[in-house]
């Protein structure tokens, strides 16, 4: 005799199932002209100079697709620290969505942000390259790698970045 309810693990592996089964051709309807995104990020990095430091960073970028699989937006970060430099900033990015098939898309992101920290005014110059899985028709979630250099009064350096970025499309 079998039991109308369900243990928490066969709930899980159901949920699963229906996930896998349900994430279909997504991504290509939402990288269209017209269609805006807005995407939250958290991002860790290690920089080596001008002190050996672990960086953390939580930003937003917002974004309008204008052509197919291109986006103009703007960027916002508040980042910190393991030295202690703290710092908030906001700048342009364009986007251009070069791969997508399913509930898959990959893409390539510019930016610059300008901003101050604690101690001086920074800009900063970036890179990224990020892949998105559709997990429903207007929510995507994947990770992201970045390149920065950072210009300031006090030092240049560079640093590359890992970052778990969730976007949803309107």
């Given at each position: 005799?079998?039991?109308?309810?369900?243990?928490?693990?066969?709930?899980?592996?159901l949920l699963l199932a229906v996930f896998a089964l349900s994430?279909?051709?997504?991504?290509?309807?939402?990288?269209?002209?017209?269609?805006?995104?807005?995407?939250?990020?958290?991002?860790?990095?290690?920089?080596?100079?001008?002190?050996?430091?672990?960086?953390?960073?939580?930003?937003?970028?917002?974004?309008?697709?204008?052509?197919?699989?291109?986006?103009?937006?703007?960027?916002?970060?508040?980042?910190?620290?393991?030295?202690?430099?703290?710092?908030?900033?906001?700048?342009?990015?364009?986007?251009?969505?070069?791969?997508?098939?399913?509930?898959?898309?990959?893409?390539?992101?510019?930016?610059?942000?300008?901003?101050?920290?604690?101690?001086?005014?920074?800009?900063?110059?970036?890179?990224?390259?990020?892949?998105?899985?559709?997990?429903?028709?207007?929510?995507?979630?994947?990770?992201?790698?970045?390149?920065?250099?950072?210009?300031?009064?006090?030092?240049?350096?560079?640093?590359?970045?890992?970052?778990?970025?969730?976007?949803?499309?309107?």
């Amino acid at each position: 005799m079998t039991s109308a309810i369900l243990a928490p693990r066969e709930k899980l592996f159901l949920l699963l199932a229906v996930f896998a089964l349900s994430t279909t051709a997504f991504a290509e309807g939402n990288i269209r002209a017209g269609n805006a995104a807005v995407s939250g990020y958290a991002d860790v990095s290690r920089r080596s100079a001008p002190s050996d430091a672990t960086d953390y960073a939580l930003g937003i970028n917002s974004s309008y697709f204008f052509r197919d699989s291109l986006a103009l937006g703007v960027k916002g970060t508040i980042s910190g620290s393991s030295d202690s430099d703290m710092g908030a900033l906001l700048g342009p990015t364009a986007t251009y969505f070069f791969w997508s098939q399913d509930s898959l898309a990959s893409y390539a992101r510019a930016g610059i942000q300008f901003g101050l920290t604690d101690v001086s005014v920074l800009s900063i110059i970036q890179g990224e390259l990020g892949l998105e899985h559709f997990l429903l028709p207007s929510v995507a979630l994947g990770p992201v790698i970045s390149y920065s250099h950072y210009n300031s009064r006090y030092s240049d350096f560079q640093r590359l970045g890992f970052s778990v970025n969730l976007a949803i499309y309107l």
